[in-house]
């Protein structure tokens, strides 16, 4: 039988830290694993206290409750683990994020978010994802094993890809590559934000001004859309028609196979961008959503979901209650909207994803809901929920075991695995936390 | 000091010899003695003559309730009203800027204290003719452009002439000032008022210097080099301080620069002093208030209605309630026609303001004796009053209806004809019946003539009039239409005689007619106002009842009292080394706990105090961010230079910042309010409480809390992570310390040289230059002498350490290293050679200097001996500081009972107020919060939070908030609707307060000042 550290398989010792992800990736999976005594917290069938989940070839093979017994195939040698009522969750999900394109906010050289052009859906998330960010295995520490990349800027930024942390290359973190075209969905009202200065003259003129900007961004939106269904349906019947790559990009969304992410965070804003794709025939997704609450009839009509761009934000309005954003969840669970939570979109602290969702709970959506909102929802939402989001048999062993709920600040995460491999929790911070307690420990000994 | 003997300028009249060019020909010989008779004359505000005459001879009243004299040429008033010509104290006027190149000129270009209003173009034309029209005969023009504007003078609104130039009534009246800013220094608030404040020092300090200066002496060791910009500004030393206000704060802040420089002030108002009023009250200082109201809010959609804020509401209803409630606060009130968009509207507004309560008594006296009072020429205007200028006005009724006409304005006995009667017998409906030139004789037209209207319909059809003119008594027309012949023109010219309409019908073939019309019978003359009466009724006018402080969804009508009170049964963390106390109570009396400990040891809880059971919840001292931004108006930072010690945070403290009752909400009860880090040396910080509600902005700050400053290291000071080249210094981390070092270097001279004057003799000093009081070294100097604490913008060990070295140097203990997220490299250091380290809890990556931070920095330096709290630096994280140290629990596995001292006890520390707050302990001030479960977590809401033993914040008084907020938002929406005027103004920033007036003055230096840099 394969011996198995239950505990950190690493040993803190003296990897040096540097301007890269130097932690080793993780082997794969070559026997079975067997966690049992554990509290399974699948989100898709409820808490299991005493329960025991195994898996093979990074794939959840079976799930039992206390006292029942895991059925492996003959021959199989387990690692098995008694995790002594410790809890295990479905890898946490940060839904809109910039993980893995942004290594240094304000050095443009390492930022690959915004390609030229108003209109490059081409762009891909997964092909710029750089596997070796410093920032990936600071996000997985605290239970963050899937990531939705957004490329930004321009209309049409590119497509969102679905990816895991842990893996020697793209290929082997890419979950999803192509997950949906973005789509920055013009506002009309232009919040005027900051804007200072004496008034234009004529008011009224200047609004309809802004609101034809709007328009005509919104018009040109539209255009892209029909010229990809143009191209695409010319070249079903000619093959002769050239490539278009800005086009092919789009034709998974015009075929219904993905979303479209929507980003719209204001009223009238979050409207239109749903009637226009659902009158498109296209699956809308609404990315930001601060104003959703005001728009739940239409998003529970159209079924259109809801990942809102994080939990911590100040309230709209300054007449609006202190608490607007962090009960806004619960009140689009009271209307039926479906909607998952994002970690806010600073790519370096994805790893906060856990707080949003439990300051949602809370503030009115309770636990099991706000776990589901950045587990199962946001899988879903995403088109991977085949593959991941709760603990059941059949999808990824992409998991990770603690001695709490990761909502609370004093849980520590043991434990975790992508895909069935077990990760290193250490990153580029705890090496450096470990490296400068090694100063102060030489000064004392001194 | 030409200008300044010409202070009390008498007024030349046309009896003075004349001084312009020889006649040609003979002399015009114009007496100019004038009586208007059997008027209504309202003497002054409280006095008025029914049936008298008012004598004018040579530009002057002569004469009251007198007879007419022989000679004079009569005017008959009979039936009218005569007031004493209106007085405008501030109309700004464009003056040259100065020569910015000339040496002598003060260093900053918002600096022109040599400026005068008659350097430019006084009063326009167009704007004269305006301004009489509404009743105005004399103005106080005022230098537009810059901090220090110049010097007003008030002048009467005479036609000049090449030989009669307008006639000055007071030469030098004030300094005129005001906040404004620009692209360079200052580009802030409270860099204007140090640039202000500065200048106000400086003028005082040049005539001290002047004084010791013996005349015609050598000049002594020290003396300042000649400068007329300093010169001007020892000159109008004794002048009044005229202050351009943007609002009810920057109205506020003028009032402690005048105070701080013993100077006289005057307000010139917003309009919108009514959200400070009690504060505003209290400076007594006379208030120019100016009668531009805002538009209606934008309410046509929903998403529009969406935006706007109750606050913004409120300002609209309430802005003509500003000079009521001024008035019954005591205040000196006068009114300008300054910020209206369009002057026509003055009288309007006039009447709205009556409509709110002011008498007309009291209306008078603001547009007459109050402005000329202040402008310290009532012994020359401003009342009907022998030997005062012939300035009157002339009315058709009530000068408060702004329906009645004014029929003529004299400015100093010349009458300038305004409106003529107003039915001058040529109103009305008329049927014509003789001369009508149509294809049909027979039929008789008629005819309606309203002013410049006229309608009419002969033989079923109507007539067109077209280039109607109307003078007073006459009107003259085109007319055409069916009824007569499309191939000829036909003029018409008709005036009134005796009951009927005669005149000529002259026709393009070369006849004419004689015209005759007689008035309709059914013509009820006047139907027509009552009509007109009808369309213009206003709304009813706003109440006067107390208003919320801040006005807003979030105020309060009255400050929550200080009760007695004990808390209960809760799981208490006090903060002060007893660890977490179950089953606890703390008890608190007038402010300040009584009490805080077990249950058990405190006995029977106090009689007549009131228990709140909170088994089950959490008490902690209230928060303390060490952090923050919130609440600073018009600019964080003051980026114009690169040492800006002088300038103040406790200057610009924005009292009505919601962000301030939302981190109440989030159990915060003091914070440092921080100057920006885009300056090496930046301003001066202010420690405050979360006062909200109090009455005036000062009632915010910590009393007794040490000074403190920001220093800046790293890529902000250098501008690294701005865009383009980089164009001042420093541009490294070199140049960082070399600064640093360089400016304590004039601190330590500075101080030295203050320290060898004070120490001469009496007599030695009377003849010593003395030392120029320099704000921005005087703030560095008390950081040598250790009374003002460094809190210190830092990321990178290098450059943490490099100002632990300076100080080890300099003898001086730093304050804080802010977010210092290197500062688990350095830790040692930091134990000894700072008060703390204030650090965020998790963020990194944003910025390169930012690359090596780590979540642990916290619990390595604690773990290190540092002093260590976590701030927000913004406004969403300081609602959440609880969590925020639970996370040093997280990351390094500091003690839970430790990790809530980084946002209580260590932050006071570090500021200073440990003695007063940031622990539950018997003595010091009740800044309390309650939780509903154990603060470190994201399961605890905040329940309650008392500041001072007032309870600010709690579940079920925001409860009523919204519910307020909710119903008042509706009313005042309807309210918009029914005004039913477009509006035309909105500001899309609602962090600004509603209705930021414009500087009135702004355009002009931002056109020619800055050219010249």
Redesign the interface.
């Known amino acids: 039988m394969h011996a198995f550290v239950p505990t950190l398989l690493f040993v803190l010792c003296a990897v040096p830290a540097a301007a890269q992800d130097l932690v080793p990736k993780a082997a794969p999976q070559r026997a079975p694993v067997v966690l049992r005594n554990a509290v399974l917290h699948t989100v898709s069938d409820g808490v299991i206290l005493g329960g025991s989940l195994w898996f093979d070839d990074g794939v959840i093979r079976g799930i039992v409750g206390e006292g029942g017994t895991l059925k492996l195939p003959n021959g199989a040698e387990p690692v098995v683990v008694d995790l002594q009522g410790k809890h295990v969750f479905p890898g946490l999900i940060s839904p809109h994020t910039t993980l893995g394109l942004v290594e240094i906010g304000m050095v443009r050289q390492t930022n690959d978010v915004d390609e030229v052009g108003d209109t490059t859906p081409e762009a891909t998330a997964a092909v710029a994802w750089n596997p070796d960010s410093a920032a990936i295995p600071v996000a997985r520490r605290n239970g963050v094993l899937v990531a939705a990349v957004f490329p930004s800027g321009g209309s049409l930024p590119g497509r969102a890809s679905v990816m895991k942390v842990d893996g020697w290359t793209n290929a082997d973190m890419t979950v999803r590559a192509d997950a949906g075209p973005i789509v920055a969905w013009p506002a009309q009202s232009g919040e005027r934000r900051g804007r200072r200065g004496p008034r234009p003259e004529g008011g009224d003129g200047a609004e309809e001004n802004e609101g034809s900007g709007a328009k005509k961004a919104r018009d040109r939106i539209d255009e892209v859309f029909t010229a990809a269904r143009a191209w695409f349906d010319a070249r079903k019947t000619d093959p002769s028609v050239p490539l278009d790559i800005r086009h092919e990009a789009l034709v998974p969304a015009l075929r219904g196979e993905v979303p479209v992410f929507l980003l719209a965070d204001e009223q009238e804003q979050i409207e239109s961008a749903v009637l226009w794709a659902t009158g498109r025939g296209l699956r809308a997704v609404v990315v930001g959503g601060r104003d959703a609450a005001l728009c739940a009839g239409l998003l529970t009509d159209r079924r259109v979901p809801v990942i809102l761009d994080g939990v911590h934000r100040l309230p709209r309005r300054d007449d609006s209650p202190y608490d607007e954003a962090f009960t806004l969840p619960a009140r689009l669970q009271e209307a039926g909207v479906r909607f998952c939570i994002g970690g806010g979109t600073d790519f370096a602290n994805d790893r906060n994803l856990p707080y949003h969702a439990a300051t949602a709970a809370a503030f009115g959506l309770g636990r099991q809901r706000a776990l589901q909102a950045i587990t199962l929802d946001a899988a879903k939402i995403l088109g991977v929920d085949d593959r991941l989001g709760s603990l059941s048999v059949g999808k990824d062993a992409t998991l990770f075991v603690a001695d709490g709920h990761p909502f609370d600040l004093k849980t520590k995460i043991e434990m975790a695995f992508v895909s069935g491999r077990q990760i290193d929790l250490r990153n580029k911070q705890t090496e450096l936390a470990a490296k400068y307690r090694e100063r102060y420990r030489q000064l004392r000994a001194k | 000091m030409s200008r300044f003997a010409a202070f009390v300028f008498a007024v030349a009249t046309a009896a003075l010899a004349a001084q312009g060019p020889p006649a040609e020909g003979p002399r015009a010989v114009d007496p100019g003695w004038f009586v208007l008779t059997g008027a209504r004359v309202v003497v002054d505000p409280a006095t008025s003559l029914e049936r008298a005459n008012v004598v004018l001879r040579d530009g002057r009243i002569v004469a009251v309730d007198a007879a007419p004299p022989v000679g004079a040429t009569a005017v008959d008033c009979s039936g009218l009203t005569i007031y004493p010509g209106l007085v405008d104290p501030f109309v700004a006027t464009d003056v040259p800027a100065l020569d910015a190149a000339a040496d002598d000129q003060h260093w900053n270009p918002m600096v022109q204290p040599q400026r005068s209003a008659r350097d430019g173009a006084l009063v326009p034309a167009a704007e004269r003719t305006a301004l009489r029209r509404l009743g105005f005969t004399t103005v106080a023009c005022v230098p537009t452009g810059g901090i220090v504007k110049g010097t007003s003078t008030v002048v009467q609104l005479d036609e000049p002439t090449p030989t009669a130039p307008t006639t000055i009534v007071r030469d030098v009246v004030a300094l005129v000032t005001s906040l404004q800013t620009r692209d360079g220094y200052p580009n802030s608030e409270m860099g204007a008022i140090a640039v202000l404040r500065q200048a106000l020092l400086d003028g005082a300090w040049y005539r001290r210097c002047g004084a010791a200066i013996p005349a015609g002496g050598a000049l002594p060791a020290g003396a300042p080099r000649p400068s007329s910009a300093f010169a001007a500004l020892a000159e109008r030393t004794d002048l009044p301080l005229w202050f351009d206000a943007r609002d009810e704060l920057q109205a506020l802040r003028a009032v402690r620069i005048a105070n701080e420089a013993g100077r006289t002030l005057v307000l010139v108002g917003s309009g919108m002093e009514f959200r400070r009023l009690a504060a505003i009250a209290a400076a007594k200082v006379p208030v120019v208030a100016p009668l531009q109201f805002p538009d209606a809010p934008d309410v046509a959609s929903a998403?529009?209605a969406?935006?706007v804020?109750?606050?913004q509401l409120q300002s609209w209803e309430q802005a003509p309630t500003n000079t009521k409630r001024l008035l019954d606060a005591g205040v000196d009130v006068s009114w300008t026609t300054a910020r209206m968009r369009d002057k026509k509207d003055f009288r309007e507004r006039v009447a709205e303001a009556i409509a709110c309560g002011v008498s007309t008594q009291q209306a008078l006296a603001l547009l007459t004796t109050k402005p000329a009072a202040l402008l310290g020429i009532a012994d020359q205007t401003g009342t009907i009053t022998r030997g005062k200028l012939a300035n009157l006005v002339v009315v058709e009724g009530d000068l408060f209806d702004p329906k009645a006409r004014i029929r003529d304005v004299w400015v100093g006995g010349v009458r300038h004809p305004i409106q003529g009667a107003k039915d001058s017998g040529v109103d009305g409906s008329w049927s014509w019946t003789t001369g009508w030139p149509g294809k049909d004789p027979k039929v008789a037209p008629a005819l309606t003539i309203d002013g410049d209207s006229v309608k009419g319909k002969a033989g079923g059809s109507d007539l067109k009039f077209a280039d109607v003119v109307r003078e007073a008594d006459r009107l003259s027309c085109r007319v055409a239409g069916d009824a007569l012949d499309a191939e000829r023109v036909f003029w018409l010219r008709l005036h009134q005689d005796g009951g009927a309409l005669v005149g000529t019908c002259a026709v393009s073939d070369g006849t004419s007619s004689a015209v005759r019309a007689e008035r309709s019978s059914d013509d009820a003359k006047g139907k027509a106002d009552e009509k007109k009466g009808g369309d213009d009724a206003r709304p009813a006018p706003p109440g006067v009842g107390p208003l919320p402080t801040p006005l807003?969804?979030y105020g309060f009508l009255e400050l929550p009292a200080q009760t007695e009170f004990v808390i209960v049964g809760a799981t208490l963390w006090p903060c002060d080394g007893r660890g977490v106390l179950r089953d606890g109570a703390v008890h608190a009396r007038d402010g300040r706990i009584v009490f805080a400990g077990s249950r058990a040891d405190m006995g029977e809880p106090p009689i007549g105090a009131q228990i709140i059971d909170a088994a089950g919840k959490h008490v902690t001292p209230g928060i303390i961010d060490c952090h923050s931004h919130t609440g600073i108006s018009r600019g964080v930072n003051e980026g114009g230079e690169a040492v800006t010690a002088e300038v103040r945070v406790e200057d610009v403290i924005d009292p009505d910042d919601?962000?301030w009752?939302?981190e109440l909400?989030g159990g915060v009860t003091a914070v440092n309010q921080l100057h920006g880090s885009a300056n090496a040396i930046g301003g001066q910080s202010c420690t405050v409480k979360l006062r909200w509600g109090v009455r005036h902005p000062d009632e915010m700050r910590f009393a007794g809390a040490p000074a403190g400053i920001k220093f800046a290291l790293g890529e902000n000071p250098r501008q690294a992570?701005d865009r383009g080249p980089n164009r001042r210094y420093p541009n490294t981390r070199m140049g960082v310390e070399a600064l640093l070092r360089d400016r304590f270097a004039a601190a330590d001279a500075y101080r030295q040289a203050l320290a060898t004057y004070e120490k001469l003799a009496p007599a030695e000093r009377a003849k010593a230059i003395p030392p120029r009081r320099d704000l921005e070294l005087e703030a560095l100097a008390q950081v040598l002498d250790g009374s003002r604490r460094i809190h210190c913008h830092s990321y990178r060990q290098d450059e943490i350490f490099m100002l632990c070295g300076l100080a080890r140097e300099l003898g001086i203990k730093i304050g804080t290293f802010q977010h210092v997220l290197e500062g688990?490299?350095v830790?040692?250091a930091i134990a000894a050679n700072a008060v703390g380290a204030s650090s965020f809890s998790?963020?990194?990556?944003?910025?390169?200097e930012v690359?090596?931070?780590?979540?642990?920095n916290g619990a390595?330096m604690h773990?290190?001996g540092v002093c260590v709290s976590f701030n927000s630096d913004s406004?969403?994280?300081a609602?959440?500081l609880n969590?925020e140290a639970?996370?040093a629990?997280?990351?390094?596995g500091v003690a839970p009972w430790d990790a809530l001292c980084f946002v209580t006890k260590n932050p006071a520390i570090q500021l200073g107020i440990f003695d007063r707050t940031g622990s539950l302990t018997a003595g010091k001030d009740a800044d309390i919060a309650l939780w509903s479960?154990d603060p470190?977590?994201?399961?605890?809401?905040c329940e309650a939070t008392w500041v001072d033993g007032r309870l600010l914040f709690s579940l079920g008084t925001?409860r009523t908030m919204?519910e307020t907020?909710a119903a008042e938002?509706q009313r005042l929406v309807g309210r918009a609707v029914a005004s039913g005027k477009?509006r035309?103004?909105?500001d899309?920033?609602?962090?600004d307060a509603y209705w930021a007036a414009?500087d009135l003055t702004t355009d002009y230096c931002c056109r020619d000042c800055e050219g010249g840099r």
Not at chain 2, 842 to 848: E, G, R, S, V
Not at chain 2, 851 to 856: H, N
Not at chain 2, 988 to 991: I, L, R, S
């Open positions: 998403s529009a969406e935006r804020s109750l606050r807003g969804g919601v962000n009752y939302r909400a992570n688990y490299k830790a040692d998790d963020w990194w990556a944003y910025k390169f690359w090596d931070a780590i979540p642990d390595i773990e290190a406004n969403e994280h609602r959440r969590t639970g996370k629990v997280k990351y390094g479960d470190l977590s994201y399961a605890a809401r925001d919204r907020i938002r477009k035309t103004a909105r899309g920033d609602t962090k414009e």
